[in-house]
Structures are given as structure tokens and as C-alpha cells.
């Protein structure tokens, strides 16, 4: 059966994760392929998490803009509609980028503020349910316990918190430039701050 | 974000059952629907998977500690101009090359950014300069940069740095420390100013010119040594194994590797990261050594595992971290 091991939910978010916003972008220049982004997106996930073993992936980076690129590949193909110049455009493909060096990526400090400002900016009630889940550290029972609320309510908040996360960081909160990120959703109603120079 | 039909997104199902799981195991059931919903579709298991990378990318949220305030972090972090925006960038690079243009050619640099970059305690931060090169800083760190049309020059006024210099054609990048000034191409090295014994360069890559002052012949560095520059005197050069190399540098990670240092040597290095110091006042204490990788800006969770391996007595005030004999 499918599923996703703990350790592979690890490797995912500190190796790919932080890339995802990259590989976003780039996908966005190639729009003319008529797939979805989030569909390429999520597939690519499909397969980094189905993977027997990860562990002899030296470039994450490159691997994952290397799945993506032949996901869009397969889909055009089957589909007959496609004019052949897309098919040529994606095969010329390069990997945009070299690997980060150590100083390009973010130091554990400066994720750590990334973390503290994504959690910071979570709708109140969501946020104080997620801080007591991963900053102290209490069970979902335990919260609902500590707040007064049901534990159906908590997971509410938890999904609900998890689901913004999860838009927040296709728009680059995990990304090494930390000033994108959760303000960029408009949608949902955040506090909008003035732009960053 | 509600899907077509008023069916919830795949990445709502995803979030949802992720929570789900994070509440405690499922029942017999609800393990068959998870199954059911995954094997339906491959964007399903792909968003599931992101869903559990999103969510275990907050493993290290508890370092944020339990008076963790969110309005205040917000006020206290706001994002800082680490990286350039690209607009900024584009625009000032066109402002360069016309300014390059009506002096009649050359790469101009006049009309890149300058300015000063600093660290607080226990912080490091990563500062992009305008030529493509990066320095990060360490802990209580300052550093004033000035670019002209014929210079890269950096001033490292207080505290360590590393610099990853790219290369420019017949520009080297200057750093100038007190009376010691160093040149380099393309190269890494670090430097740290000490008060008391001069400056320490470490070179990984490339090399560097030693400009020592006080009348002293001047010398190349190259990668794999170690150089300390005194305020007067000889200047003392080691060859640095990378694992060495490695254990000076931990500090890029928010680290202290310690490799035989005495305990009184390990609480000078943690004064450097905090406010709240670590006293020994016992010598018998203060000469055993330690071995190992601690993070920098936790001087208690040092004393406590020191405490624990040494039994000795631990006592932790707001400002101070007192070890002594048990």
C-alpha cells in the first residue's frame, strides 16, 4: 500500500521542500503545455515519495526538476493534441540552477525566524492550536484538554493550519527568500504588510 | 480553497487527513478510505506526501521555546533586505552600466548599494553583496562595505566573518581589519578579529594576500591554512585538516564544536553567542575538557550535559550559568 515514512516526510521537507517555489516558477515559464502547476507539482511529489530509497539522490534540486520534466513530457505525449514545439521545447530542457552552497542556504537561525514568522501569521485560533502542538510539543487530546475545545475541533484547526501552511509555501515561504510567503495570500484574509524594499 | 463543484481541494483532503493521523492512529476504516483516496490518483498521494513534508517542516519549531510571542516575533523579525530584489537589482545595474558608459567604458561599481551590515548576539545572518560574492556574518558582528569604481572593499569592524568572493577581472576584494589588510580573487576564507591576539584568517579555497602591517613583509595564503596576524611579531601559519576546518565553521550552522577545549576555554567561546554566561569559579572544574557539536546560543543546554557527564552541580540564573563541583 501507499504510504509516506516519517523519515520520508523529513527528507522531503529539509531536501525538496525549500525548492518547490524554484521549481514553481519555472514550471509557470512553460505554461504553455496546458497542465496545471499543482498537478505537476503534486506528481512530482507522488514520486519522490514513492521512491524505494532516496538516499543516492545527490542533487535533490536537479532530481526534482528532473521528475517534473518528464511528468510534463509523459502527459504530452499521450495527449495527441500537443503541436510538436512544445514537445522539442521541453526536451532541451537544462536544470536552471547549480546546487546552493552552504552559505546560499538558509542558516538554521534564519529558518528558524522563517518558522516563527509563517506561525506567527496564522489566523489566531489556528495559531494558538498549532503553537501548542509544534512549539510545546502537546498532543491533539492534550490541547483540546488545555483550551476547552474539542478534540474534532482541534483537528479542525490543525488541518485548517496545515492547508494554509501548505499555500504559503507554494508561494515561496520555504523558499532561501524569506521575505515571500504567507502575505502573498490574499485570499485568506491575512494581515497584509507593506512591501519589503 | 474550494474545488469545482464545491468539493473540497485535493490539498484540503490531503491537510485533513494528515491531521487526522497527527490525532492518533486510524481505525479499520478510516485506514481503508486513506488507502482508497491515495491509490485514486497520483496527485492525490503526491499532495498527501507534501501535506506530511509541510507539516514535519516544523520539527524544529520547539527551538523557538514556550514564550514564543508571535506579535512581538513579527515586530522583532521582520524581513530584512538579506537578498536584493531582483527589480532593485536590475534597475541599479542598469544606473552602473550607464554611469560606465558616459565615464567612457569599464565595469563601474559606483552605483552599487554600500552599506553596513550587522549581527546581533547569538545571531548569524547571510548578507548577498551587489558583485555576486556573499559574507556571512557571525555573532556581535559589523561590517561596513564600499564599492568603488576600482575597489571591492569590505571592513570587518568588529567580531568574524566568512567571505565567498566571486571572481571580477582585475578587481580583488579588499577586507580590511584594523591594520591588517588581505586581498583575494575568487576565494573563501574567514576572518576573526580578536581584540587581544590580532585576526585569525582560515582559507578553504582560492588564497589570500596578507597585508600585516606594522612593517611586516607581506604573504599569500593558500586553501588548507590557518593564519594568525598579532599586533606585532611574527605571524604564526598551520596547516587545517577539513575536518578542522569543518569544526571552525560550525558557527555557520548556529554551532560550537569543541574538540579537548577546557571547560573555562568553552565558556570564553559561549560568551561570544549570549548574554547569559557561564561561570566556573572552581579551576579543578574549569581544566576539564569537552568534545562535541553544541549549539551556540543554549549555553544552559551545554552546562547541563557537561553537568551530567561530569556530575557536577549546576545552578541557572536569567544572566548566568554556574557549574561547580557536586
Known amino acids: ?197 | 480553497m474550494v474545488g469545482r463543484n464545491g468539493k473540497p481541494s485535493i490539498d484540503e483532503v490531503a491537510a485533513d487527513w494528515v491531521a487526522r493521523l497527527d490525532r492518533g492512529s486510524l481505525n479499520a476504516e478510516q485506514s481503508a478510505d486513506l488507502e482508497a483516496w491515495l491509490a485514486a490518483d497520483a496527485r492525490h498521494f503526491g499532495a498527501y506526501a507534501r501535506a506530511r513534508a509541510v507539516f514535519a517542516s516544523f520539527d524544529r519549531a520547539p527551538a523557538l521555546g514556550p514564550q514564543f510571542d508571535p506579535a512581538q516575533f513579527l515586530q522583532a523579525n521582520e524581513p530584512r533586505d538579506e537578498v536584493l530584489d531582483s527589480s532593485r537589482r536590475r534597475f541599479v545595474v542598469g544606473g552602473a552600466l550607464a554611469a560606465g558608459l558616459v565615464l567612457g567604458g569599464g565595469v563601474g561599481f559606483a552605483a552599487w548599494r554600500d552599506g553596513r551590515y550587522s549581527t546581533a548576539i547569538g545571531e548569524v545572518r547571510r548578507v548577498p553583496l551587489a558583485d555576486g560574492s556573499v559574507v556571512t556574518l557571525n555573532t556581535a558582528t559589523r561590517i561596513k562595505v564600499a564599492f568603488s569604481s576600482a575597489v571591492r572593499r569590505v571592513e570587518l569592524l568588529q567580531g568574524e566573518a566568512m567571505f565567498d568572493v566571486s571572481r571580477r577581472a582585475g578587481i580583488p576584494l579588499q577586507v580590511v581589519i584594523g591594520a591588517v589588510s588581505l586581498l583575494a580573487g575568487e576565494a573563501k576564507f574567514n576572518v576573526r578579529s580578536e581584540r587581544s591576539r590580532g585576526v585569525n584568517l582560515l582559507v578553504s579555497s582560492g588564497r589570500v594576500d596578507v597585508y600585516p602591517g606594522g612593517g611586516r613583509q607581506d604573504v599569500r595564503v593558500p586553501a588548507d591554512v590557518e593564519m594568525q596576524i598579532g599586533g606585532v611579531g611574527d605571524l604564526q601559519r598551520q596547516p587545517v585538516g577539513p575536518a578542522q576546518a569543518e569544526r571552525k565553521l560550525a558557527w555557520r550552522d548556529g554551532m560550537i564544536a569543541f574538540q579537548g577545549e577546557t571547560l573555562a576555554q568553552a565558556a570564553t567561546e559561549f560568551a561570544r553567542y549570549s548574554r547569559q554566561h557561564i561561570v566556573i569559579d572552581d579551576p579543578g572544574v574549569a581544566s576539564r575538557t569537552v568534545t562535541g557539536l553544541f549549539s551556540a546560543t543554549n549555553p544552559a543546554g551545554f552546562a547541563r550535559a557537561v553537568a551530567t557527564s561530569y556530575d557536577l552541580h549546576l545552578k541557572i540564573t536569567s544572566d548566568a550559568v554556574l557549574l561547580s563541583a557536586a
Open chain 1, 1 to 197: 500500500m501507499l504510504q509516506v515514512s516519517n523519515a520520508r516526510a523529513t527528507w522531503l521537507a529539509q531536501q525538496v521542500l525549500p525548492h518547490e517555489a524554484a521549481l514553481r516558477s519555472w514550471l509557470h515559464g512553460r505554461s504553455s503545455m496546458m497542465m496545471e502547476v499543482d498537478d505537476v507539482v503534486q506528481e512530482t511529489y507522488a514520486v519522490l515519495a514513492g521512491m524505494d530509497d532516496v538516499s543516492g539522490i545527490q542533487n535533490p534540486r536537479a532530481y526534482m526538476f528532473t521528475v517534473a520534466n518528464n511528468i510534463m513530457l509523459q502527459h504530452l505525449r499521450r495527449s495527441r493534441i500537443v503541436p510538436i514545439e512544445s514537445i522539442s521545447e521541453i526536451e532541451q530542457y537544462n536544470v536552471p540552477d547549480r546546487d546552493p552552497t552552504p552559505e546560499q542556504r538558509l542558516s538554521l537561525q534564519q529558518d528558524l525566524r522563517r518558522i516563527g514568522r509563517i506561525i506567527a501569521q496564522l489566523p489566531p485560533k489556528c495559531r494558538e492550536v498549532f503553537m501548542l502542538r509544534r512549539i510545546e510539543g502537546l498532543s491533539q487530546r492534550e490541547i483540546a484538554a488545555r483550551v476547552g475545545i474539542s478534540e474534532n475541533t482541534v483537528e479542525k484547526h490543525v488541518a485548517k493550519g496545515l492547508r494554509l501552511l501548505m499555500g504559503a509555501m507554494a508561494a515561496g515561504a520555504a523558499d532561501e527568500n524569506p521575505d515571500k510567503g504567507l502575505e502573498q495570500q490574499r485570499g485568506y484574509g491575512w494581515k497584509k504588510r507593506k512591501a519589503v524594499d
